[in-house]
């Protein structure tokens, strides 16, 4: 069947552009979650949605970062004014449920490669 | 402090032997445990799982992995390693009153024919 999938695989920005980086979960997913991965780590927490509802955020870095998720199923990721710093992999990952102390498996997208030049 | 620490960057290991990839955890409450591994330009793919029960668990590609409640440990094992197995691996926990996955630093497996 089909998984999540992402897009752009490949995004390079000149410092200061505003990009928007695409998921779409496996269908029947409620839960999305968004992570970052820089070169040779381990991915790192950014956000979470349940259904339309973002419940943590906690993980994004500034206020320059984004997400929605406004049908409870496609999410962006949005990054305004990008920095070097902002280069990385952005992991998208679904799951059936997360929530109450409990998951269900994470499946991850292939993920989006962003070079800010 | 939820974390997961992976104590080794590189693993080497010739074809045919057994493999271990080891992981330590530290979380409050009952561990959700995972391990992913990751190949070049590729997402996670989702190999194995400890929720409750037995605690070797079995998973895709002929890989298993221990829990081990007293030292806090869930290694990756694998009987006999191939070619194909080369590639980061990555443990991770999941931290219920976080809601988010927490990984390790992950350890790249070469195996070498």
């Known amino acids: 069947g089909a998984g999540v999938s992402q897009s752009p695989r490949y995004k390079v920005a000149k410092r200061g552009q505003d990009v928007a980086l695409r998921c779409d979960p496996i269908s029947g997913h409620v839960s999305l979650f968004w992570y970052q991965q820089a070169l040779g780590q381990g991915p790192e927490f950014l956000t979470y949605f349940q259904n339309e509802a973002q419940l943590d955020k906690s993980g994004l870095p500034s206020d320059r970062f984004f997400a929605e998720r406004p049908e409870g199923s496609v999410s962006t990721l949005k990054i305004q004014r990008t920095q070097q710093e902002d280069s990385a992999v952005y992991l998208c990952a679904s799951s059936l449920v997360s929530s109450g102390g409990v998951t269900d498996t994470q499946y991850f997208g292939p993920g989006t490669r962003l070079t800010v030049l | 402090a939820q974390s997961v620490a992976q104590p080794e960057d590189q693993v080497n290991v010739a074809e045919g032997n057994p493999l271990t990839v080891k992981c330590t955890y530290s979380v409050s409450g009952n561990p959700y445990l995972f391990w992913y591994v990751q190949y070049p330009n590729r997402g996670l793919q989702f190999l194995l799982k400890?929720?409750?029960?037995?605690?070797l668990v079995k998973g895709s590609y002929g890989f298993e992995a221990e829990f081990n409640k007293s030292q806090t440990s869930f290694h990756l094992k694998k009987p006999s390693a191939l070619v194909s197995d080369s590639a980061l691996y990555f443990c991770a926990v999941w931290s219920g009153g976080y809601n988010k996955l927490i990984f390790g630093a992950g350890t790249r497996l070469a195996v070498h024919p």
């Open positions: 400890y929720i409750t029960g037995d605690n």
